[in-house]
């Protein structure tokens, strides 16, 4: 009898299980190292939306605060050549159009409040998938302090509620 070449059918079993094992253990830290990453890039939208508001309601003080997301943004992804009440340009366009289209996982929302001129807002970012693109919401009020709550059942937090919770950090 001549001896064979190569590995038995054995061997490659205990190899793929071996595999098998190893990406068992893998995934799913993968899976909340993606999750932390896009709850981290919320966190910071949600201020740079906050801040841009602000800037937004210094810049046009007659309007108060923006009365929509894509008011703090340019027309189109070109570059913007005149900034207006409409089309503000201090973000950029992919997180002006976070609302329709999900940024890092997360979906955001900036609504205006009060009498005219609109004296308060509320910035909110919820998961796009929760459990699978993010297990926190995020929130800001014009007090431009970035909050975190259990996310609801698909509805967008008032400015009282995002205003009485837990800041990031405490």
């Known amino acids: 009898m001549r001896k064979q070449k190569g590995f ?56 108060g605060y923006a009365a929509a997301l894509t008011n703090l943004g340019p ?19 992919t997180l002006s159009n976070s609302g329709t289209l999900a940024k890092s996982g997360y979906k ?6 009060g009498g005219t001129p609109k004296d308060q807002f509320t910035v909110d970012a919820q998961p796009a998938t929760l459990n699978t693109t993010g297990v926190k919401e995020f929130c800001a009020v014009e007090d431009n302090v970035v909050r975190f709550l259990t996310p609801s059942a698909g509805t967008l ?9 837990t800041a990031i950090g405490n």
Do not use: K, M, Q
Not at 157 to 165: I, P, R, V
């Open 8 to 63: 038995s059918l054995i061997e490659l079993l205990i190899v793929v299980a071996i595999i098998l094992i190893i990406a068992a253990i893998a995934i799913p830290n993968l899976l909340r190292a993606r999750i932390a990453a896009n709850e981290s890039s919320a966190a910071a939208s949600v201020r740079t939306i906050s801040t841009a508001e602000l800037t937004y309601a210094t810049s046009y003080p007659t309007v």
């Open 108 to 113: 955001f929302t900036a609504t205006p409040s």
């Open 75 to 93: 027309a189109s992804s070109a570059a913007c050549t005149s900034p207006s009440e409409t089309n503000a340009c201090i973000i950029d366009y």
């Open 157 to 165: 937090n008032a400015h009282d509620t995002c205003a009485a919770t």
